[in-house]
């Protein structure tokens, strides 16, 4: 069974740092298209970034500068670092796995997701 699990979400001042984490499980996704999203509350998914089984990668223009992802394919694990947080990043952070090798910043591109980890920045 194919398992995406977020981790490193939390409360942190306007200004701070995050680094998310997506373990994945259930098989390899070193050839995958990952990204990540995030719900702000009341508000539909929206795409914030992602990077192709050949890291490259793309933004959301609103983190674009301050959110850099990666992969660790030895680890099937996909990281977002979050700098110069703001309150309007408050969401809930998903993490999404692709069947294909490219990246993808629409969510109906992606198959897998995880259950998400809440990320609240205070001002």
């Known amino acids: 069974q194919v398992q995406l699990v977020e981790s490193g979400g939390g409360l942190v001042q306007a200004g701070g740092s995050l680094r998310l984490s997506c373990a994945a499980s259930?098989?390899?996704?070193?050839?995958?298209?990952m990204g990540w999203f995030r719900q702000p509350p009341g508000k539909e998914r929206e795409f914030v970034a992602t990077?192709?089984?050949?890291?490259?990668?793309y933004y959301a223009d609103s983190v674009k500068g301050r959110f850099t992802i990666s992969r660790d394919n030895a680890k099937n694990t996909v990281y977002l670092q979050m700098n110069s947080l703001k309150p309007e990043d408050t969401a809930v952070y998903y993490c999404?796995?692709?069947?294909?090798?490219?990246?993808?910043?629409?969510?109906?591109?992606?198959?897998?997701w995880g259950q998400g980890t809440q990320v609240t920045v205070s001002s």
């Open positions: 259930g098989r390899t996704f070193s050839s995958s298209g």
């Open positions: 999404a796995a692709a069947d294909g090798s490219s990246w993808y910043s629409k969510a109906g591109d992606y198959r897998y």
């Open positions: 990077i192709s089984w050949s890291r490259n990668t």
